[in-house]
């Protein structure tokens, strides 16, 4: 299956190119968001519109990585640091957390931002966890370099590595740069994988992939080959069962979901000390069901 990205607005000028959840694929093993920021270019000025005011989750971990640029982030525990190129701020919701994400170099000298959000649903029995938040570089994003491939290893354990970020069922989140004609092995032993291409083209399983698109590998899929320069996702893990989304709230239960928009509504849930002055209101649509996984 290739998903195609689908270009969103959300405001201020600020584009991405949603991948999952997809109709027909909503998670790729306990990935159940994914979203291709930019490229974009920012100038020096640029309104605060762009900026992701304060806002909540639940049920879930978020994972922000950059390949250019800066984002400011702040969070109701107190965090406040800005995000880098190949650095990761891992952030569990568990039982509810809030944060915003601000452009604030941007907005002082300009930035070419381009990188993934991803969420990775909890597994039922740790939904409810404290929330906690963890920031990562160096020897905690092992990297290597071999015949052409360039790699990073975000979170989880791949190619007889470990990532620093606690992760809660298993999974692997991989940055990959490929030399044109070079070929990278993707990760086995997990139930569930895909691949996505951020820039360039590559061939998998006789398929051609370009940016913007998503493939969902089959068990024996075990490689790509780069036909030009390419910077590449790789990410899977095993399935943790069928999850319900709403706004910016995971869960396997609705009355959970329908008790974290009454939170919200009802200004029960804490706001970034550093930035609490503004917030996003929750959206109107009602709750829906998902149809079932494929």
């Known amino acids: 299956m ?16 949603r991948v999952l959840p997809f109709a027909k694929r909503r998670m790729v093993g306990p990935f159940i968001f994914f979203d291709h920021i930019g490229p974009l270019n920012l100038r020096a000025g640029v309104d605060h519109s762009v900026d992701v005011r304060p806002h909540p989750h639940i049920g ?48 002082a000298v ?19 966890t404290a ?35 606690r992760t809660h069922s298993p999974l692997f989140y991989v940055h990959l740069e490929l030399e044109a004609r070079s070929t990278a092995e993707i990760p086995g032993g997990y139930g569930e994988r895909a691949i996505y291409v951020a ?13 913007g698109q998503m493939a969902i590998m089959s068990q024996k899929a075990s490689s790509v080959r780069a036909i030009q ?7 899977g893990g095993e399935p943790i069962g069928e999850r319900f989304l ?8 609705e009355d959970r979901l329908r008790q974290a928009r009454e939170d919200w509504r009802a200004g029960r849930m804490k706001l970034p000390d ?21």
């Not at 290739?2 to 190119?17: A, S």
């Not at 820039?199 to 940016?211: D, F, K, P, Q, S």
């Not at 709403?246 to 239960?253: D, E």
Request: glycine content about 12%.
């Open 2 to 17: 290739i998903i195609e990205q689908r270009r969103r607005n959300l405001g201020g000028g600020m584009e991405v190119g």
């Open 60 to 107: 879930l971990s978020t994972v922000t990585y950059l390949f250019s640029g800066e984002i400011m982030h702040r969070d109701s525990l107190g965090y406040e640091l800005p995000i880098r190129p190949q650095e990761v701020n891992w952030m569990t919701a568990g039982s509810g957390i809030t944060h915003s994400e601000r452009l604030e170099k941007a907005r």
């Open 110 to 128: 300009g930035d070419h931002l381009h990188g993934i959000q991803a969420w990775v649903a909890l597994p039922t029995a740790d939904e409810e």
């Open 131 to 165: 929330p906690s938040f963890s920031h990562h570089e160096g020897s905690d994003l092992p990297g290597w370099s071999d015949a052409g491939v360039h790699g990073q290893l975000i979170a989880g354990s791949a190619y007889g590595l470990t990532a620093g970020a």
């Open 199 to 211: 820039n360039g083209a590559i061939e998998v399983g006789g398929e051609r992939l370009v940016t």
């Open 229 to 235: 320069p390419s910077t590449v996702m790789a990410l």
């Open 246 to 253: 709403f706004w910016n709230f995971v869960s396997s239960s």
């Open 274 to 294: 550093a930035d609490d002055r503004e917030f996003i209101p929750l959206p109107d649509s009602p709750l829906k069901t998902p149809p079932a996984m494929p």
